[in-house]
């Protein structure tokens, strides 16, 4: 509270204030002191309970939030086993088509035009030419039966194909060295995973799923498909793709969702 | 101890509703807002994610403390199935004695014991929920990821169980309350102050 000069105001009282008013309230403030330690003391579990109202949201409480956020990331990054892969699965388990899920409905969706449509490269990579969907159909496929868990909870099995990541940014001589790869999409989605994602076995640049070219829902013609993380880590309709040291955040990361997100 | 565990547990339950809410497992069941903690997904689940922390770590220390100083051998064992049934009549009498609040009868051990094992599975439910496939081993124990989430929600279901009763319970005898916030009553060696 700042200490206000007095104003003008014609309310204002002319003379000086009586004493006895200000014994009064003296005592009135040390005993609201006193009753609010004990009701914060008491109350601390009730507060838990009350989200309708702005404990939850009150500034401290977001700063120690986001900052425990963080340190799951590194947690994680910790429990991360580079080389432990993800169970696969029979190709009579694919669900056709995969569930579809964006911040927007799927009658919102603009379709990517292949013809006209590039992967601009940027950031740590010796050879930033941009990729035209022929060149990367010609690469080696890959193809992965695995799990796609939703944050939400929901999860279904999809079947991916196409380059490798690690075969693709060795390539096109990424710094491997380098924390973050980070996407940018054909909407106005964003996203990014950290280095040792990107090198897993089962981390491809997807353009089919069950062995066709991915549909427009799901991504076409490009999309990122890791099998330790969760589905928003993995941006569809692809434009470009940057490796870089600068944490790049994403979409849904920089509305309080949790960055690393590994499963 | 027991109270950095209630505060900790209420915040695990109150934002796992709210976690559970954005996809839930039974239709019929959704979780009022005014009863969930945190603001929407992203919100329940940093609180998830703070709290899992607090909530271990001093789960830890207790179980550590537990086993160090013998307290659950001699206060949580032996259940003898005898003195279970004894209890039981007891109560179902209203003759149950509260006169020495440190000792537990058969139906507390019981309950006791039953519930710190179904808080220690459930942390393992959790886990698998989190790391399917890190903890990919965890996670087939529990017959996978929607396993794991049905085997965490029926694990919340049970503690949400045992706390109603165990407050009740608790308020039925107004003495074990005071005990709770003071350490309880001095008990020569048996000093315990949780």
Not at chain 1, 39 to 62: D, H, N, Y
Not at chain 1, 127 to 139: E, G, M, N, S
Not at chain 2, 79 to 100: M, N, Q
């Amino acid at each position: 509270m700042s200490i206000k000069a007095p104003s003008s105001s014609i309310f204002r009282p002319k003379g000086g204030i009586d004493q006895s008013v200000l014994a009064e309230h003296k005592a009135l403030l040390a005993d609201i002191n006193r009753r609010n330690i004990l009701r914060g003391a008491v109350s601390l579990g009730a507060l838990t309970m009350l989200t309708g109202c702005s404990v939850t949201r009150t500034e401290p409480v977001q700063a120690v939030l986001k900052a425990m956020s963080q340190f799951n990331d590194k947690v994680q990054a910790l429990l991360f086993r580079p080389d432990h892969l993800a169970p696969t699965y029979r190709e009579d388990q694919v669900v056709k088509p995969p569930r579809f899920n964006a911040y927007y409905d799927i009658e919102d969706i603009v379709p990517v035009d292949a013809a006209s449509w590039k992967l601009e490269l940027s950031g740590l990579i010796q050879d930033k030419r941009a990729w035209t969907a022929p060149q990367i159909y010609a690469l080696p496929e890959q193809e992965w039966i695995i799990r796609h868990i939703c944050v939400e909870g929901w999860d279904y099995i999809g079947q991916w194909s196409d380059v490798n990541l690690r075969h693709f940014l060795e390539r096109i001589g990424a710094d491997l060295t380098a924390k973050y790869v980070s996407f940018k999409c054909a909407d106005d989605y964003y996203g990014s995973i950290d280095m040792a994602t990107a090198l897993h076995p089962q981390t491809i640049l997807a353009t089919k799923y069950a062995r066709e070219p991915i549909t427009d829902p799901f991504g076409f013609p490009l999309r990122l498909r890791t099998a330790t993380k969760l589905g928003f880590k993995n941006p569809k309709w692809i434009t470009s793709m940057e490796v870089t040291n600068t944490y790049p955040g994403g979409y849904f990361e920089d509305r309080g969702f949790n960055w690393f997100s590994g499963i | 101890m027991h109270w950095v565990n209630a505060l900790s547990m209420l915040i695990m339950i109150g934002s796992g509703w709210e976690i559970y809410n954005d996809e839930v497992i039974f239709g019929w069941l959704h979780f009022p807002h005014w009863m969930t903690v945190g603001d929407g997904p992203e919100g329940a689940l940093q609180w998830h994610f703070f709290a899992m922390w607090v909530l271990m770590i001093n789960g830890l220390c207790y179980l550590a403390y537990g086993f160090a100083t013998g307290r659950f051998r001699r206060k949580l064992l032996p259940i003898s199935p005898r003195e279970l049934i004894a209890t039981i009549g007891d109560a179902l009498r209203f003759k149950l004695g509260h006169d020495d609040i440190t000792h537990y009868n058969a139906v507390q051990k019981l309950l006791y014991v039953g519930i710190i094992l179904i808080i220690v599975v459930q942390v393992l439910s959790g886990f698998a929920v989190w790391k399917p496939i890190q903890l990919s081993e965890l996670s087939a124990l529990f017959l996978g990821f929607q396993g794991s989430r049905l085997a965490h929600f029926v694990g919340m279901a049970l503690i949400v169980g045992f706390l109603l009763v165990h407050v009740a319970l608790a308020l039925l005898v107004p003495k074990t309350i005071g005990a709770m916030l003071t350490g309880g009553p001095v008990v020569g060696d048996d000093n315990d102050t949780h």
